[in-house]
């Protein structure tokens, strides 16, 4: 079959650019190994996607050229993609931090996708098992003025085989393989000499050597609002205690910038000025884990002293029998709590990847390869990645519509 343009990969970025070249009269081919669409849509925010966040921009991004998302974000925004759905009566709420979700489950925002994709003609074949990519040999003078002599992509298939001069790969990461993640991405990158920036889990949870968080481990369940850093980079929402180690959002935003064998630090009284409270006690006979107990549970204060007293030697005494730099001892303590994560719970449990194709091989305005006319990637599988919050499928709607209106 020929057609004008092949998307590998149907979910969120697969099908934005699919329904895009559609809508300007580009024959699109629309191929996946999987066989439903959009897997990751349907299990995110819970069941109701996040499928966006309103304060979206750059700033929200990682990386090696933080430049490189402005000119797809800022044409297509948020507010593009809400028009959309209001377009198919779709409705959705506002939760913290710009976040919004659905509010009946995400399959109607997969039903929206395959209608628009539909309507533009899409042709779809899922359960597609991709075999081999190649390309014509090179016309002499190669380059953008030579665009519609361009050689044709050939992809052999389980379906059978489809050419076109446009080949975009929108296959995401590594994240939840169980929704059917691959490296196939990358390995077409690789065929076609693409560089890719070193790749690794992000938005994931952060493990522990087991001997090291033993006394942490019963504390499984137990959620703190903290501001966690590392280097410049800073996370104020809630902490997950977990058997393993340590969750929740604000962990899940750090891990995407924390470096292997590095402390975190995690202030963990972030409204409050320990230094002075602690002061104001000189004269209490209330020991300091019974003291903490009016911002943490009993369970945890009793093991943050006793892990304070073991690298301190400040044991758990009543308030009055601590000296001016024993007091500021523990108030330093409390607001930079340093941990060191052995590890994460890598991309089974992860919510992107970080890394990817290199933005210094493509063109920031329609996501297409420098050296290699006619391919182009979108998604996940670039190295652009969002913090939490619906800042990754807006990439994903972002680079789906850059690269559709290019194709």
């Given at each position: 079959m020929k057609t004008d343009v092949i998307i590998i990969g149907s979910g969120a970025a697969g099908m934005m650019c699919a329904m895009q070249a559609g809508q300007r009269g580009r024959s699109v081919v629309l191929l996946d190994h999987a066989k439903?669409?959009?897997?990751?849509?349907?299990?995110?925010?819970?069941?109701?996607?996040?499928?966006?966040n309103l304060d979206s921009g750059?700033?929200?991004?990682?990386?090696?050229?933080?430049?490189?998302?402005?000119?797809?974000?800022?044409?297509?925004?948020?507010?593009?993609?809400?028009?959309?759905?209001?377009?198919?009566?779709?409705?959705?709420?506002?939760?913290?931090?710009g976040q919004l979700f659905c509010d009946?489950?995400?399959?109607?925002?997969?039903?929206?996708?395959?209608?628009?994709?539909d309507a533009a003609g899409?042709?779809?074949?899922?359960?597609?098992?991709?075999?081999?990519?190649?390309?014509?040999?090179?016309?002499?003078?190669?380059?953008?003025?030579?665009?519609?002599?361009?050689?044709?992509?050939?992809?052999?298939?389980?379906?059978?085989?489809?050419?076109?001069?446009?080949?975009?790969?929108?296959?995401?990461?590594?994240s939840i393989p169980k929704t059917g993640a691959t490296p196939f991405g990358y390995h077409v990158a690789e065929q076609f000499g693409v560089p890719i920036a070193k790749l690794k889990p992000g938005l994931v949870p952060l493990s522990f050597a087991p001997d090291d968080w033993k006394p942490y481990a019963d504390l499984t369940g137990?959620?703190?609002?903290?501001?966690?850093?590392?280097?410049?980079?800073?996370?104020?929402?809630?902490?997950?205690?977990?058997h393993r180690g340590l969750s929740g959002p604000a962990i899940l935003q750090i891990s995407s910038?924390?470096?292997?064998?590095?402390?975190?630090?995690?202030?963990?009284?972030p409204d409050c000025d320990m230094a002075a409270l602690l002061d104001e006690q000189k004269g209490s006979k209330k020991l300091l884990s019974n003291y903490l107990t009016q911002w943490f549970p009993k369970n945890f204060t009793d093991v943050w002293c006793a892990q304070l007293a073991e690298r301190t030697q400040i044991?758990?005494?009543?308030?009055?029998?601590?000296?001016?730099?024993?007091?500021?001892?523990?108030?330093?303590?409390?607001?930079?709590?340093?941990?060191?994560?052995?590890?994460?719970?890598?991309?089974?449990?992860a919510e992107v990847t970080c890394g990817g194709i290199d933005t210094r091989a493509l063109s920031s305005k329609t996501m297409e390869?420098?050296?290699?006319?006619?391919?182009?990637?979108?998604?996940?599988?670039?190295?652009?990645?969002?913090?939490?919050?619906?800042?990754?499928?807006q990439w994903a709607w972002a680079s789906g519509y850059a690269a559709g209106q290019a194709v």
């Open positions: 439903k669409l959009a897997e990751k849509i349907r299990i995110s925010g819970g069941g109701h996607c996040n499928f966006t750059p700033e929200n991004f990682i990386s090696g050229n933080p430049a490189f998302c402005r000119s797809a974000l800022a044409r297509y925004t948020p507010r593009d993609f809400i028009v959309l759905l209001q377009k198919h009566r779709i409705g959705y709420h506002k939760k913290t931090l009946d489950e995400a399959e109607v925002l997969i039903t929206m996708l395959r209608e628009e994709c899409v042709k779809r074949f899922m359960s597609c098992k991709i075999e081999k990519i190649e390309r014509s040999p090179l016309p002499s003078g190669e380059g953008a003025g030579v665009r519609e002599k361009a050689p044709a992509f050939q992809v052999s298939t389980s379906r059978g085989e489809f050419e076109a001069k446009s080949l975009v790969i929108a296959t995401g990461g590594l137990v959620s703190l609002d903290v501001s966690v850093s590392f280097e410049k980079h800073s996370f104020r929402e809630n902490m997950l205690v977990t910038y924390w470096q292997h064998g590095q402390p975190l630090h995690i202030d963990l009284l044991g758990n005494k009543p308030l009055n029998q601590y000296n001016d730099k024993q007091r500021k001892q523990i108030a330093a303590a409390l607001h930079d709590w340093q941990i060191t994560p052995s590890g994460t719970l890598g991309y089974t449990k390869c420098n050296d290699v006319p006619g391919l182009y990637f979108i998604g996940e599988v670039v190295d652009v990645t969002g913090q939490l919050g619906g800042h990754n499928f």
